[in-house]
């Protein structure tokens, strides 16, 4: 058997085709733009890289792009001045302080600083606890653009025995969520997780989410399960020439796609979702301010 592959990039490109068209009737029909403001601290390159790409799909889709970049040494007072800022800005509907920050700033004060209506990631308190309780809320954009692909391939997911690898806030908890409230019957597994493999196995969704490359083998896979693969890890690749490098993601691709009913691929997969997300949720942010109807 091989896999249907899930591809995350066509899917991605339909998601920001209706995010465009809606931003087009936002400014004809109300005369609004929605906005979204990027604030990068330091020069981490990953982060800078992750930062240009969503500037570019903001404009792309018609929005407004804001970006600030400050200084790695910038004080908390000076980062938390900013988001006040943007939080009292109208024509700023989405806010996104890029992670990690560096390490003297407190992360998660600053997260919940952000007002919870322009929290566009969803990693503030407040939507987090809407999202645990089934209630509308932002949703963390890497889970959302997941639970959207196993939507669209399954149709309903009730009933299915899912398995999340990892329990990180900003991935493996806000999945878990998701799939509990489409009626998944959920496992949260992590690094102290017994048996992992025989864990993995029962699974008929499985989403990994540990960041450590190719670790989940083809014999976890029960035959026909659905695999979403998060992963983003980038390792060398001598094949392509001395000190190249390829990205990878946490499911050793080839011998999963032999196994699984459906999969994700990395690059292509959940990757671009992630930013589809964000600027869907920033148009949902955009029309929640101005008590119009949100886009589905
Ligand atoms: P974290 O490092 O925050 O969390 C990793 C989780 O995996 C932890 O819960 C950890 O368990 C668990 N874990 C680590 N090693 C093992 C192991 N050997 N067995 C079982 N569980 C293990 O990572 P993130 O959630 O932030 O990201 C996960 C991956 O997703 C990364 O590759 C990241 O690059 C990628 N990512 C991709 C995005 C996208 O847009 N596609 C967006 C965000 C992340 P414990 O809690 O016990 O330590």
Redesign the pocket.
């Known amino acids: 058997m091989t896999a249907t592959v899930i591809d995350g990039k066509a899917f991605a490109a339909k998601v920001r085709a209706q995010v465009a068209e809606h931003v087009t009737k936002l400014k004809e029909t109300h005369g609004i733009t929605p906005g979204l403001a990027v604030v990068l601290v330091g020069e981490d390159p990953a982060s800078q890289v ?1 930062v240009r790409s969503k500037g570019k799909m903001t404009v792309e889709v018609g929005m407004n792009s804001y970006e600030h970049k400050l200084d790695a040494d910038t004080s908390e007072a000076d980062l938390l001045a900013v988001v006040d800022k943007l939080n009292n800005d109208p024509a700023v509907h989405g806010i996104l302080v890029q992670l990690p920050l560096p390490k003297h700033l407190d992360s998660d004060l600053v997260i919940n600083s952000i007002d919870p209506a322009k929290d566009v990631d969803g990693f503030h308190i407040s939507n987090v606890g809407l999202l645990g309780t089934g209630q509308k809320s932002m949703v963390p ?2 889970p959302l ?2 639970l959207m692909m196993l939507r669209d391939h399954h149709g309903s997911l009730s009933g299915m025995d899912a398995v999340v ?8 908890k806000p999945m878990a969520q998701l799939l509990l409230n489409d009626s998944c019957t959920v496992t ?6 017994k048996n ?1 493999a025989d864990v993995v196995r029962r699974a008929d969704i499985v989403v ?6 190719q ?1 989940v083998p083809g014999d976890w896979i029960k035959p026909g399960a659905t695999v979403i693969d ?4 980038r390792i060398d690749a001598p094949e392509k020439g001395e000190g190249k490098t390829r990205l990878v ?2 499911v050793d691709y080839d011998p999963c796609s032999k196994v699984a009913g459906a999969i994700t691929p ?1 690059p292509g ?7 589809a997300c964000l600027l869907a949720n920033t148009v949902t942010a955009c029309c929640r301010a101005n008590g119009l109807s949100e886009p589905e």
């Open positions: 992750y954009c890497t653009g997941s690898l990892g329990r990180s806030n900003i991935v493996g949260i597994a992590h690094s102290r997780t992992l990994a989410a540990v960041g450590r490359p670790m998060v992963g983003i890890n993601g946490d990395v997969g959940v990757g671009p979702m992630t930013i």
